[in-house]
Protein backbone atom coordinates (compact mmCIF):
# COMPACT_ATOMS: atom_id res chain seq x y z
CA UNK A 1 0.00 0.00 0.00
CA UNK A 2 1.22 3.30 -0.53
CA UNK A 3 2.25 5.98 1.83
CA UNK A 4 2.81 3.40 4.53
CA UNK A 5 6.26 3.81 4.80
CA UNK A 6 6.35 7.37 4.77
CA UNK A 7 3.51 7.67 7.50
CA UNK A 8 5.90 5.49 9.84
CA UNK A 9 4.04 2.00 9.83
CA UNK A 10 6.98 -0.81 10.35
CA UNK A 11 7.14 -4.58 10.27
CA UNK A 12 8.55 -6.78 12.51
CA UNK A 13 9.05 -10.55 11.45
CA UNK A 14 10.31 -12.86 14.20
CA UNK A 15 11.43 -16.28 12.77
CA UNK A 16 11.62 -19.32 15.57
CA UNK A 17 13.38 -22.28 14.45
CA UNK A 18 11.26 -25.59 13.27
CA UNK A 19 10.67 -28.45 16.12
CA UNK A 20 13.13 -31.30 14.88
CA UNK A 21 10.52 -34.11 13.52
CA UNK A 22 12.33 -36.57 15.11
CA UNK A 23 12.01 -35.45 18.62
CA UNK A 24 9.99 -38.17 20.99
CA UNK A 25 7.14 -36.49 21.96
CA UNK A 26 6.87 -35.41 25.97
CA UNK A 27 5.16 -37.84 28.43
CA UNK A 28 2.56 -35.00 28.85
CA UNK A 29 2.05 -35.02 24.76
CA UNK A 30 1.35 -38.83 24.94
CA UNK A 31 -0.70 -38.22 28.32
CA UNK A 32 -3.29 -36.32 26.67
CA UNK A 33 -3.13 -37.69 22.88
CA UNK A 34 -4.01 -41.30 25.11
CA UNK A 35 -6.95 -39.26 27.19
CA UNK A 36 -8.09 -37.95 23.68
CA UNK A 37 -8.01 -41.30 22.19
CA UNK A 38 -9.68 -42.28 24.41
CA UNK A 39 -12.78 -39.83 24.98
CA UNK A 40 -13.33 -40.33 21.37
CA UNK A 41 -13.26 -43.68 21.76
CA UNK A 42 -15.68 -43.49 24.56
CA UNK A 43 -18.12 -41.01 22.92
CA UNK A 44 -17.90 -43.43 19.75
CA UNK A 45 -19.06 -46.30 21.32
CA UNK A 46 -21.66 -44.58 23.27
CA UNK A 47 -23.53 -43.05 19.99
CA UNK A 48 -23.12 -46.53 18.35
CA UNK A 49 -24.82 -48.23 21.29
CA UNK A 50 -27.79 -45.52 20.88
CA UNK A 51 -28.00 -46.00 17.64
CA UNK A 52 -28.70 -49.96 18.01
CA UNK A 53 -31.10 -49.39 20.73
CA UNK A 54 -33.06 -47.56 18.79
CA UNK A 55 -33.46 -49.70 16.37
CA UNK A 56 -34.04 -52.63 18.61
CA UNK A 57 -36.81 -49.96 19.67
CA UNK A 58 -38.82 -49.33 16.36
CA UNK A 59 -38.37 -53.03 15.35
CA UNK A 60 -40.05 -54.37 18.98
CA UNK A 61 -42.96 -51.60 18.45
CA UNK A 62 -43.28 -53.10 14.95
CA UNK A 63 -43.67 -56.38 15.80
CA UNK A 64 -45.70 -55.60 18.74
CA UNK A 65 -48.11 -54.02 16.59
CA UNK A 66 -48.50 -56.85 14.19
CA UNK A 67 -48.99 -58.83 16.87
CA UNK A 68 -51.88 -57.16 18.85
CA UNK A 69 -53.01 -56.60 15.63
CA UNK A 70 -53.36 -60.12 14.60
CA UNK A 71 -54.59 -61.01 17.77
CA UNK A 72 -57.03 -58.52 17.64
CA UNK A 73 -58.23 -59.82 14.15
CA UNK A 74 -58.60 -63.49 15.41
CA UNK A 75 -60.47 -62.23 18.34
CA UNK A 76 -62.94 -60.38 15.76
CA UNK A 77 -63.00 -64.13 13.73
CA UNK A 78 -64.51 -65.61 16.57
CA UNK A 79 -61.61 -67.73 17.40
CA UNK A 80 -58.37 -66.28 19.43
CA UNK A 81 -56.74 -69.92 19.08
CA UNK A 82 -54.18 -70.70 16.43
CA UNK A 83 -53.18 -69.04 13.46
CA UNK A 84 -56.06 -68.89 10.62
CA UNK A 85 -55.90 -72.17 7.93
CA UNK A 86 -56.01 -70.50 4.56
CA UNK A 87 -55.84 -73.83 2.76
CA UNK A 88 -58.06 -73.10 -0.51
CA UNK A 89 -59.43 -76.58 -0.08
CA UNK A 90 -60.47 -76.12 3.29
CA UNK A 91 -62.29 -72.90 1.98
CA UNK A 92 -63.87 -74.51 -0.71
CA UNK A 93 -65.41 -77.01 1.47
CA UNK A 94 -66.69 -74.41 4.15
CA UNK A 95 -67.78 -71.87 1.23
CA UNK A 96 -69.72 -74.69 -0.19
CA UNK A 97 -70.89 -76.77 2.55
CA UNK A 98 -74.91 -77.91 1.89
CA UNK A 99 -77.41 -76.54 3.91
CA UNK A 100 -77.99 -78.58 6.83
CA UNK A 101 -80.44 -81.72 6.53
CA UNK A 102 -79.37 -82.49 2.76
CA UNK A 103 -76.37 -85.74 2.15
CA UNK A 104 -73.57 -84.37 1.44
CA UNK A 105 -72.87 -87.02 -1.02
CA UNK A 106 -75.28 -87.89 -3.78
CA UNK A 107 -75.57 -91.65 -4.96
CA UNK A 108 -74.06 -92.28 -8.19
Given at each position: ?46 VTLLICAMIM ?52
Open positions: MHDHCENGQRVVVTVLPAPCPHETPTVDERRQASAILLVESVFGVSCVLLCCVLRYTFSNHAMLTRRGGAGGAPNFNRLDTEMVGSAPPPGKPQHEAV
